[in-house]
C-alpha cells in the first residue's frame, strides 16, 4: 500500500515539474515575442510614414539576388535599399521578400544567425533614418 503510495506520488510530483516546466517556457516565448515585437518595425504599419512608402506611379525598382530578380513598386524603399552596403541589403532582401528566417538566411551565406540578426537590426536602423529624413523633406 505504501509502495502505491509512493509511485502516486512521484507522478503528481512529476505532472507538477512538467506543468510548471511548459508553464515557464511559455512565459519565456511571450516575452521573446514581445522584446521582437517592441524593437521591430514594419515601416508600413508606421501611418506617418506610409505617406511615401507604396504609392508609386508605377515604375518598378528590379534587385538581383542570386539569380532571381525581386520587383520593389515603391520608389522610396527601393531608394532607402539602395542606401544599403551590399551585405546589409542581402540580408533584408532575404528575410523580407523571401520570407527566409535568420537561421536560413545565416546557412546560405555561411554566417552564424546572431550576426545575420545584428546586420538585419542594423539594416531597419538605417531603413528607418533614411525614411524618416524622406518624411522629413516630404512634409
Do not use: W
Not at 512565459?27 to 521582437?36: F, H, K, Q, W
Not at 506611379?57 to 534587385?63: L, S
Not at 540578426?117 to 536602423?125: E, G, H, P, T
Amino acid at each position: 500500500m505504501t509502495d502505491e503510495k509512493s509511485q502516486i506520488d512521484v507522478c503528481r510530483s512529476f505532472n507538477g515539474y512538467c506543468k510548471k516546466t511548459l508553464r515557464n517556457e511559455a512565459c519565456n516565448a511571450y516575452m521573446a515575442m514581445n522584446r521582437r515585437h517592441a524593437t521591430e518595425l514594419t515601416y508600413f504599419d508606421n501611418t506617418k510614414l506610409e505617406k511615401g512608402v507604396g504609392k508609386q506611379d508605377g515604375a518598378k525598382n528590379i534587385f538581383e539576388l542570386e539569380g532571381q530578380k525581386i520587383e520593389i513598386s515603391s520608389e522610396i524603399l527601393s531608394k532607402g535599399i539602395l542606401t544599403l552596403s551590399e551585405d546589409l541589403r542581402d540580408v533584408v532582401l532575404l528575410y523580407y521578400f523571401y520570407d527566409l528566417n535568420d537561421k536560413s538566411i545565416g546557412i546560405r551565406k555561411n554566417i552564424p544567425r546572431s550576426t545575420i540578426q545584428n546586420k538585419r537590426s542594423r539594416a531597419l536602423v538605417l531603413l528607418r533614418q533614411f525614411l524618416e529624413a524622406y518624411d522629413d523633406l516630404c512634409t
